[in-house]
């Protein structure tokens, strides 16, 4: 186990075969020139195993880049993998040819060469990942936290945990298996998926017979800031000290349900925003998304922090403890199977500033489509080739529902805006502000958000493999004349 301890107001990131492994209490900055990153290539030791993937590392050599509050998001990224990239700041809202999308309009960035960008960085726990082919899949993602004036004055340690699904194979192999092709393959080489992973559930619906489809890969491993639990990271806190978990969903295809464990969390912000705080011991959380969670370490000792994939028994995670506080080993499989990831957890969301009440300008209803067998997902049964962009006007409220009318959840994520979760299935909420929010099967989800950032928006699955067989498409608006 790889253990951590630090002082209260030291400064730690990442050891260099290390990922996003964040732990520190914040601190001012001063402001400072453009932030340089980095896309290359890297040597991960997995269970005993080693494998060459990719990493984003920032100015000090550390996974990803934490910016202080009022900086500009003023980066060059470095591109020295070997191969053209392209990277994504997930959550973040910059103009369109600054997302890092090639789809609408972004540049890819030739291997030895750099590419620049500027522009207001939207404050909270958010990551960067590749939107090029199946480099997500090969660990070309990190962390990307945007503090605030508050942050900074907290008293709290902050550990920030990237999870991820892992795979010796080739990525494009496994899609090859799948069967994957269609609307967006042709753009997604190196991905690879094989059926063997799918688990029929019966789910709580109207449709007794209806059924789900879980994991449709298998994975080697599961890790928690680029370790599993046979070697897990060990972060070192203050006795009766909090913790503040940036906890992030970095998978390609996995959902995961937290688990705390011993420890009483106070759930404090989803996708960078802040929420009414909501006590918290075990709560999903879907590909793309993100949860602050504040931790009182009222009592000594070690705590696990756990993360189970859904309809499995297997689990990643670190573990947070007190000084001279005993490790014991943690089993790498719970003792039995987690559910299906459900909205349990989005039900009981409120944002603490919700958008102001307004009728919708627009209304667009989609359907999330496809099948495993062949292996082709879409909306509204077209794929990304032949897709309907959502069409709306500068300025307006838009409102959209997501009905599934496939055997998979989707976490769907819209680029370039932050929206309102309004409804889940016919009941009306005013849930948390996301950029990333889970359609279970046979369910609808609503959610509205204002047209203030024109462009064309991709609109997709983060489910990498679902995307990448077309479950994709945009909003597109121009700027009022």
Not at 297 to 317: H, I, M, S, Y
Request: charged share 20%; net charge neutral; glycine share 10%.
């Amino acid at each position: 186990m790889r253990s951590i301890l630090l002082s209260r107001r030291g400064l730690l990131g990442a050891s260099a075969a290390g990922i996003a492994a964040f732990s520190h209490r914040p601190r001012a900055f001063a402001a400072s020139p453009a932030l340089r990153l980095t896309a290359g290539l890297r040597t991960l030791a997995v269970n005993g195993k080693s494998a060459s993937v990719f990493g984003i590392t920032g100015p000090d050599g550390t996974p990803g880049l934490v910016i202080a509050p009022g900086q500009r998001f003023a980066v060059t990224l470095a591109n020295r993998a070997g191969e053209d990239t392209i990277v994504h700041w997930h959550g973040q809202t910059p103009p369109q040819l600054q997302d890092g999308v090639a789809e609408t309009g972004g540049t890819l960035i030739a291997n030895g060469t750099d590419q620049g960008y500027d522009f207001a960085a939207r404050p909270g726990t958010h990551w960067m990942h590749s939107h090029h082919g199946l480099q997500e899949q090969r660990l070309m993602a990190a962390p990307l936290i945007v503090r605030t004036a508050e942050d900074v004055r907290a008293d709290t340690q902050e550990v920030t945990v990237l999870l991820h699904d892992f795979t010796f194979r080739d990525p494009a192999e496994i899609f090859a298996e799948l069967g994957g092709h269609g609307g967006h393959a042709a753009a997604m080489p190196g991905m690879t998926m094989t059926e063997s992973g799918a688990a029929p559930m019966t789910m709580g619906t109207s449709d007794p017979g209806a059924t789900m489809d879980l994991n449709d890969i298998e994975y080697d491993a599961y890790l928690a800031n680029d370790r599993t639990l046979a070697d897990p990271l060990v972060v070192r806190t203050e006795r009766g000290g909090r913790v503040r978990l940036r906890l992030i969903n970095g998978a390609t295809t996995t959902a995961f349900w937290i688990d705390l464990g011993a420890l009483d969390g106070t759930l404090i912000a989803v996708d960078g925003n802040a929420v009414r705080p909501l006590a918290v011991r075990r709560f999903p959380l879907a590909q793309g998304q993100r949860a602050d969670v504040l931790l009182d370490l009222k009592e000594a000792g070690a705590f696990p922090v756990l993360a189970q994939r859904e309809g499995d028994r297997r689990r990643t995670g670190i573990i947070l403890a007190a000084p001279r506080a005993q490790i014991a080993k943690v089993a790498s499989e719970a003792d039995s199977a987690a559910t299906a990831v459900d909205l349990s957890l989005e039900a009981r969301l409120a944002a603490v500033q919700p958008l102001a009440p307004r009728r919708p300008g627009v209304v667009h209803r989609i359907a999330l489509t496809g099948t495993m067998t062949p292996y082709v997902w879409s909306i509204d049964d077209r794929t990304w080739r032949d897709h309907q962009p959502l069409v709306v006007s500068h300025g307006q409220r838009v409102e959209v529902t997501m009905v599934n009318r496939s055997r998979m959840a989707h976490p769907m994520h819209l680029h370039g805006h932050h929206f309102q979760v309004t409804a889940l299935g016919d009941t009306r909420i005013s849930g948390a502000l996301r950029d990333t929010v889970l359609v279970p099967v046979n369910g609808s989800v609503t959610i509205a958000f204002d047209a203030d950032n024109p462009g064309h928006w991709l609109f997709h699955c983060h489910n990498l493999f679902h995307m990448a067989t077309g479950m994709m498409t945009e909003i597109v608006y121009d700027k009022a004349a």
